[in-house]
């Protein structure tokens, strides 16, 4: 009997531990893991990830191109948690498009914020390494870090807000210039993507052409990150040389 108790709590103890999807609710934040300690100091592991640092650190408006893997997101991410820590912005504000990868996933349940959500999982995965789960939590409950779809973004100016718009290469060049002109005082935004990987008609990204059009002006940082960038398993970057 004692046995049996045993096994019964210990299979309650992994049952915590698994993220579960219901018809009421997704928690992408309900991992189990301890929560981790804020690290402040982020390294570049390439020139190109020091150039996009500066950049975030000097420019108002930063586009990030690059290869899956060059750490775009998580150094965007990593800006903003330090602008918010330093009291230099009152929200992060956290946008990706919508878009499946390739297959139809059909009705999700739940609220909207339910239907949202694992969409948004890779902005909490770079949430959760900087923060941990306690401190984010805590931070989304108080209105500190908001997540949104970037169908919800038109008609809002985000001041004294750092705006990280993940993903933009799924994003149509008329998204891309209104989630541009969402732009307020005292607030900096980020727009990451790759455009090799759209999940868009080729046609239809807006990416490349944003890209092109902000270069020339001085105010607005576009640095462009190469598999060489790569950070991630070592065969990633190799896979993309003949991908």
Not at 13 to 29: E, F, G, H, R, Y
Not at 94 to 113: K, M, Q, T
Not at 167 to 191: D, F, P, S
């Amino acid at each position: 009997m004692g046995k049996r108790s045993a096994r019964a709590a210990r299979s309650a103890a992994q049952d915590s531990n698994v993220c579960t999807i219901s018809a009421n609710s997704w928690d992408p934040l309900e991992s189990g893991v301890s929560p981790k300690r804020y690290v402040r100091n982020v390294q570049p592991k390439s020139p190109n990830q020091a150039r996009l640092m500066a950049a975030l650190r000097d420019y108002e408006m930063v586009v990030a191109l690059g290869p899956a893997g060059t750490g775009k997101t998580y150094l965007a991410i990593a800006a903003a948690v330090e602008a918010l820590e330093a009291d230099k912005v009152e929200r992060i504000v956290l946008s990706r498009p919508a878009v499946e990868a390739g297959e139809r996933l059909g009705f999700l349940p739940g609220e909207v914020n339910d239907k949202v959500a694992p969409f948004m999982q890779p902005l909490y995965d770079a949430l959760l390494d900087r923060l941990g789960g306690k401190r984010l939590r805590a931070l989304m409950a108080n209105g500190g870090i908001e997540i949104a779809p970037v169908g919800f973004m038109r008609g809002r100016t985000l001041s004294r807000s750092f705006v990280v718009i993940d993903e933009a290469q799924n994003c149509t060049y008329a998204q891309l210039k209104m989630l541009l002109t969402r732009l307020g005082w005292n607030a900096t935004m980020v727009i990451t993507g790759d455009p090799d990987q759209s999940d868009l008609l080729p046609e239809l990204s807006g990416l490349s052409d944003i890209a092109e059009r902000l270069a020339p002006l001085s105010d607005i940082a576009v640095v462009r990150l190469e598999k060489s960038d790569v950070v991630r398993h070592p065969l990633v970057g190799e896979m993309l040389t003949v991908l």
